[in-house]
DNA sequence: ATATATTAACTGGTATACCGCATACCGAAT
DNA sequence: ATTCGGTATGCGGTATACCAGTTAATATAT
């Protein structure tokens, strides 16, 4: 007798719940966490609830302040800036490392990502975002570095929070498949080093919108 | 009215004292850590020793078997490999970065770091392999950038497990130094691509070397 | 003797009660 | 009116008891 699925724990949907929770904007930056309450609300003990706000701190999406409550982080510019920096290191590794290996067929997978992207450009902006996190986590998994890629999993969960900004006009879509495409053009010349310009130039111009539509606030 | 000190938790001295007892080699890979006697040792509960070792699961130290048990994880050449990878793709962008902002006064903190190397040489390798983490974490400080600064010291960490190898003969030490040196003289220049290429450069030699030494085993 | 069912002794997972710090409130002293 | 100090309350931190799979030794039937 074999175990079909894994085990999941409560502590895991606790944690998937908060943090779509917060991704969504359900739960707003500075609110406060109250363990007691959401383990009512959610029909659990506290345990589970306070090691999913582990995890959460140890993501840096909450912070404990001892004795006070848990409250919900908020996102600055610096933030966003930390955040494009850690893409742009890492991606333009990703691109460097992969290019002259790169095979046929995950070039043919994300050519298809990129054509279901042009699809949803004037359908959903959340499918949208989604199908470029696949697009760029695609690459990063031809690396085969499991730490490399759960770190930029991390950072696409941030991406998330203000993500939404990032293709909030029609503009900033087009220049995205743009750009898109203009990876894909240097990953056809397997050259490493242009792979590597196209990306880092792709998240540079990201960083750039994203900063410019919140310079106003705060 | 000033907080004098932080408050540590018994979560984090659990977290501190299991995470040195892997790193000095006093738990070693593929042991079983149980919480009941972790916790009786230590005249704590089973609670924060849990949430300690929940820590340590994220950092990847160790590995939650449900209902059987915590392993920490042994290393093989694919950690090495991985590590060292994400060490050249972020030690370069902060060398790229921070090439033309350093200031004389951190110039002369690395100077200063490097000449006590170079006293500990034929002393501590304990010691040289501390300030050489301290080295490489100053340059990283300077790009502000706390995302990738929590990232690299986690990498730091895991450097301290297969670190003692690394600097274990005299001729890697003298190597070391050189390297430090060609890293310093580089920044001289404030050149961000030589910065950067001096750097990897240090980064892909301490590779060789590991991985040469990690060679027959397994 | 061997194969199989049982069960006892582990483990981590969860629920819950209690502790101690931080804060807000309120009354007494100034 | 202001300030100081006690105190009630709410929070995370910790201790502990119990639950639920897993495993392996053991009893039992063949």
Redesign the interface.
């Known amino acids: 007798m074999k175990k079909i699925g894994k085990?999941v724990?409560y502590t895991d949907q606790v944690y998937r719940e908060l943090k779509s929770a917060i991704v969504s904007g359900d739960i707003q930056q500075g609110e406060f966490l109250q363990e007691r309450s959401i383990a009512e609300q959610l029909g659990v003990s506290r345990t589970p609830v306070r090691?999913a706000i582990?995890?959460l701190e140890?993501e840096?999406w909450v912070e404990t302040l001892?004795?006070k409550g848990v409250v919900v982080k908020d996102i600055d510019r610096q933030d966003i800036?930390?955040?494009f920096?850690?893409r742009?290191?890492?991606e333009?590794?990703v691109g460097e490392?992969v290019a002259s290996t790169i095979t046929d067929e995950n070039m043919a997978e994300l050519k298809k990502i990129k054509s279901t992207m042009e699809e949803l450009a004037d359908e959903s902006r959340q499918e949208f975002i989604n199908e470029d996190r696949k697009f760029h986590m695609h690459l990063a998994q031809l690396?085969n570095?499991?730490?490399?890629i759960h770190?930029l999993d991390r950072l696409s969960d941030q991406m998330l929070r203000f993500g939404i900004l990032a293709v909030k006009d029609k503009v900033r879509i087009k220049e995205t498949l743009e750009e898109h495409q203009a990876i894909i053009d240097a990953l056809e010349t397997r050259s490493p080093e242009k792979t590597k310009e196209a990306i880092q130039r792709h998240i540079d111009n990201s960083q750039d919108v994203l900063l410019h539509q919140t310079k106003e606030r705060e």
């Open positions: 085990f724990s090691e582990k995890r140890f840096d001892p004795w800036i930390e955040v920096q850690c742009y290191a890492n333009g590794f490392r690396t570095n499991s730490l490399l770190f």
